[in-house]
């Protein structure tokens, strides 16, 4: 395993849910063993308010951890390894 994880970004700008959500689940189920070795972390962005509280609701509950940041004009959603 690398010291430092890849991370894949994904920019969803301009999408909103259900759209957001189901790329962010089908990359996470897509890179799954990178995701569970900690070789990998996906950080999606997005400028959908509630795409944040479903992406990180969904993905938290397959365990993994999600952690949302606040950008200037949109989200910043990382996800990594299960928790």
């Known amino acids: 395993?690398?010291?430092?994880?890849?991370?894949?970004?994904?920019?969803?700008?301009?999408?909103?849910?259900?759209?957001t959500l189901l790329t962010a689940l089908r990359e996470t189920n897509t890179n799954k063993t990178e995701l569970r070795s900690?070789?990998?972390k996906l950080v999606i962005l997005t400028d959908n308010r509630n795409s944040t509280t479903h992406i990180s609701e969904s993905i938290g509950a397959m365990g993994y951890r999600v952690e949302v940041v606040k950008?200037?004009?949109?989200?910043?959603?990382?996800?990594d390894r299960i928790s």
Do not use: A, F, H, N
């Open 38 to 40: 900690g070789e990998l």
């Open 71 to 79: 950008e200037q004009e949109y989200y910043r959603i990382t996800i």
């Open 1 to 19: 395993m690398p010291d430092v994880p890849v991370c894949k970004e994904i920019d969803l700008r301009g999408q909103i849910c259900p759209s």
